[in-house]
């Protein structure tokens, strides 16, 4: 075979591989190439990322229009509904975690029931922070530091997407089932209904058109919710429509106390993992805006969403290793299981180092399509190329801490992120915007610091193994 047949030959494979990846088929992710189940996996997990990344960028794109106090008021939002998600995301990897386990070992019905019960779950948890956060959005804004300007601004944009967090919640948690169950196609489908749901009402709504009136900064937050709502009726239709993995049917619609509890014995370390996390973002953002208040805020809540636009794909790509983990574990395999997480780091790493490189030198460039004040600017660009410095540890720590999520074993990570970012980072950020006096700078250099320590620790204590030992 010639060189340009075995070229040939491999390019047709790859997007053989990539139709594969896309058609939504059942795989059997225990068996055969580790390789090929990463990227069957990895794909859509991080195409549907890529969407929860136009989420933020579109709104912020259209808000940051608005004026400086717009912007900031939909930061500091964002920053404090990090809350729900954490919440989310922290049901979402006990559901993958039983789901992927449950499928592992060949038992589709006992997949679908822990699916259920997470959402029982999820519900009770949604309404117990929405109301409280709809009934004192001013409060909660003065507490992060939002100026009185900016809370007349967007007190109504804070009070919606607090009042809607269940759509939020859902659209985590049910993409969660879904993944576990190794349908990443389908979680990719529902996040790609809503983003797209919200890219077209986001203008209307915010400019408003002909009848439509122009809601303003209210408009965003709307739109944000429909899409979202969209998204998760989607969802729920396949979850009950009988045609997947997951079938929920009448008789799930019973509490199963029993399972319930298994459920809640790795959310919460998991949801603490992630109020961990999003909590120092919380801290970080009030000293960004305290030492440099609101051009440096408003920088760095679109340095943020930009540079979360290309960490989510990565964090896609890592969901894949929780999802071949939990299943692999679940069908004793764990070498496989091993295997398969070094082979997405790999990937990963790859990934996030051209990231990063392309954000440091293009970074004034896309900063641009956000914002044309200057000194907002600076403080954006500024934040991007501190921030991204560090991508390849992320991406690397971002598998790890999702292989020890997809074994069920959440409180290892819940304790990396513990000392690492309130511990480290947090004191780090202090001493530095303050004591030395460096303001934003400060807290921007001690992001990358704390995240490569951080995924240092966790692939040091992955190796380890313990986790092959958890049972779900």
């Known amino acids: 075979m010639t060189t340009h047949q075995i070229i040939t030959h491999r390019i047709s494979a790859a997007f053989s591989l990539i139709r594969q990846s896309l058609n939504g088929v059942e795989q059997d992710y225990t068996t055969g190439s580790i390789r090929k189940a990463v990227i069957l996996l990895a794909i859509p997990m991080m195409l549907e990322m890529c969407m929860e990344s136009v989420f933020a960028v579109v709104d912020i794109y259209f808000v940051s229009h608005l004026g400086k106090h717009a912007t900031s008021i939909v930061g500091l939002t964002e920053s404090v509904i990090t809350i729900v998600y954490s919440l989310a995301i922290g049901i979402s990897m006990a559901a993958t975690a039983m789901v992927a386990r449950r499928v592992g070992e060949k038992n589709s019905k006992a997949a679908s029931k822990a699916g259920m019960q ?11 922070i929405s109301i409280p956060g709809f009934i004192y959005s001013a409060e909660i804004l003065r507490l992060m530091g939002a100026e009185e300007t900016a809370i007349e601004t967007g007190i109504g944009y804070t009070r919606i997407i607090m009042g809607g967090s269940l ?48 809601f303003g900064i209210e408009g965003a937050a709307i739109a944000t919710t429909i899409g979202r709502g969209i998204g998760v009726c989607y969802q729920l239709y396949h979850l009950f429509n ?78 894949a290793a929780a999802t071949l983990v939990g299943q692999n574990l679940g069908a004793l395999s764990p070498q496989r299981a091993e295997e398969s997480v070094i082979k997405t780091a790999k990937y990963n790493a790859i990934f996030m180092g051209l990231v990063s490189v392309i954000l440091l030198v293009f970074a004034s460039f896309f900063i641009s399509f956000f914002t044309k004040e200057a000194a907002v600017s600076y403080y954006a660009v500024l ?3 501190i921030v991204s410095a560090g991508y390849i540890f992320y991406g690397i720590g971002m598998v790890m801490a999702n292989a020890f999520n997809g ?66």
């Open 383 to 385: 934040a991007v190329r």
């Open 167 to 214: 759509v939020i919640m859902l659209l985590f948690l049910i993409n969660g089932i879904f993944r576990g169950a190794g349908d990443a196609m389908m979680a990719m489908k529902s996040l790609w209904i809503a983003n797209i749901c919200n890219i077209l009402l986001c203008p209307l709504l915010i400019r408003g058109l002909g009848p439509i009136p122009a």
């Open 242 to 319: 009988g045609k997947r993995l997951i079938q929920f049917t009448i008789k799930h619609l019973a509490p199963d106390w029993s399972v319930i509890r298994s459920i809640i014995d790795i959310a919460w370390p998991a949801t603490l993992q992630f109020l961990i996390g999003s909590g120092s973002w919380i801290v970080l953002a009030s000293l960004v805006v305290t030492t440099g208040h609101s051009d440096a805020s408003a920088g760095y809540q679109i340095a943020i969403r930009l540079i979360m636009f290309f960490l989510l794909p990565a964090w896609g790509m890592s969901n």
């Open 407 to 472: 074994a069920g074993d959440t409180r290892t990570p819940t304790i990396i992120n513990l000392f690492g970012f309130w511990f480290f980072q947090i004191p780090l950020a202090w001493l530095l915007s303050k004591t030395f006096d460096m303001g934003p700078v400060g807290v921007f250099i001690a992001i990358p610091v704390a995240e490569t320590a951080i995924s240092i620790a966790a692939y040091i204590l992955f190796k380890r193994g313990k986790w092959k030992l958890k049972k779900v």
């Open 118 to 128: 997470a959402i029982f779950l999820s519900l009770a948890i949604t309404l117990a």
